[in-house]
DNA sequence: AAAACGTGCAACCGATTGGTTGCAAATATA
DNA sequence: TATATTTGCAACCAATCGGTTGCACGTTTT
């Protein structure tokens, strides 16, 4: 199984429950409320974010809180950083501000 | 066919093949030099890349190069942006440094 | 104690994926 | 002109994906 972040993140339900979750912890069930899909449909793409460990299980009862686990985001913001010298954008614009208040 | 930026990220093929031509364009054949696939299998990729129009094609006799389509990664710069915020990083401490700057 | 609820897992299914081989078309070279 | 090179495309294939339904198990509620 391959199954790391990037083939997580690519596909667009996947990417949804991500954001959903990143705002506060939900329950599968809360979670397929949000979707045309089934709730054991829900339950397999946080298998896979969990497998990731792209996010946190807390346990309450008999219920199950998922939450983003958001430094793993950095990873991708990792691999992008490669290109990001090459495109001008807000973050250029600020390494370049940095840069010009070090050289003052 | 789904076929948009993160699925064409998901394979790790094709993220090397990125990484590859994002330096210097190059021909099919000379990207299937750096891999144990075919030559078409690279081409599919490249075909993939290209549909999601993550690569250029300069046409040059009976030889294609292909180079990355930079400006394209920011796309998925900007998904991460709404989650930027949460984690603690370079960009954090830039963006508070803005703030405290605009502050005064 | 019985019933209802929240969840994960397994089995199944059609579509998609990433690879292969074979071939045709265009360009370059002998 | 004949031959070699570079490429894209089609057909095929096994594996994986994203969904479904059914079920078992633990926790709450009545």
Known sequence: MRRD????IADPTRRAIIALIAIHA???????EQ???SRQ?????LRILT???LVNQEYQGREIYYQLEIKKMKQIDKWLEQFRKNW?????ALDNLLT????K
């Open 5 to 8: 972040i990037f083939q997580a």
């Open 26 to 32: 939900m329950t599968p069930n809360a979670i397929a």
């Open 35 to 37: 979707f045309d899909i």
């Open 41 to 45: 449909a829900v339950s397999k793409h």
């Open 51 to 53: 497998e990731c460990e």
């Open 88 to 92: 001008e954008d807000r973050f250029d």
């Open 100 to 103: 010009t208040m070090k050289g």
